[in-house]
């Protein structure tokens, strides 16, 4: 069970970045606004519960699109990995790579998690809904993936 170490919370202003994304691209945050937007932060590319999760906002796209929210799914994989990822699971989401994990202690995403008696520095999937200022609305962290994405676009349609 991952440790609870984000840090942030609902009101306080989302930290802004840049990431060089899949398919040649790049993302602000700040430059995304007066959009909604829809972080989730995930351990690795081609894993089951990874998959699962972006193919789900991926099916999702459109209805996020209609209530105003930019989804970015972020990852410290490249993004070669990502491209690759997109490719074989025909996703249709902007990845962010954040390979040298400034995003992710940001958000404090990467922490110590705990395997079979083992702690090692990881990932630990949280999502996170930031309101048309830049102001984090709602955080869900850490995230179990069965039914995620259909409450992530609950909350962003009440918004």
Request: charged share 20%.
């Amino acid at each position: 069970m991952p440790m609870q170490t984000v840090t942030l919370r609902p009101g306080d202003s989302a930290p802004d970045f840049t990431l060089p994304c899949n398919g040649g691209t790049s993302v602000t945050l700040s430059a995304l606004r007066p959009a909604k937007v829809v972080l989730f932060f995930y351990p690795k590319d081609n894993t089951p519960g990874c998959t699962l999760e972006a193919q789900g906002f991926s099916a999702a796209l459109a209805a996020f699109e209609a209530a105003g929210t930019k989804l970015i799914g972020i990852s410290r994989d490249s993004v070669a990995s990502h491209d690759k990822f997109c490719a074989k699971h025909d996703l249709r989401l902007m990845l962010g790579s954040d390979a040298e994990g400034l995003v992710s202690e940001a958000y404090g995403t990467w922490a110590e998690k705990k395997l079979y008696g083992r702690a090692f520095m990881g990932m630990v999937r949280s999502t996170f809904l930031i309101d048309a200022d830049g102001k984090i609305a709602q955080i869900w962290s850490p995230v179990k993936v069965k039914g995620h994405v259909e409450a992530v676009l609950a909350a962003t349609e009440a918004l």
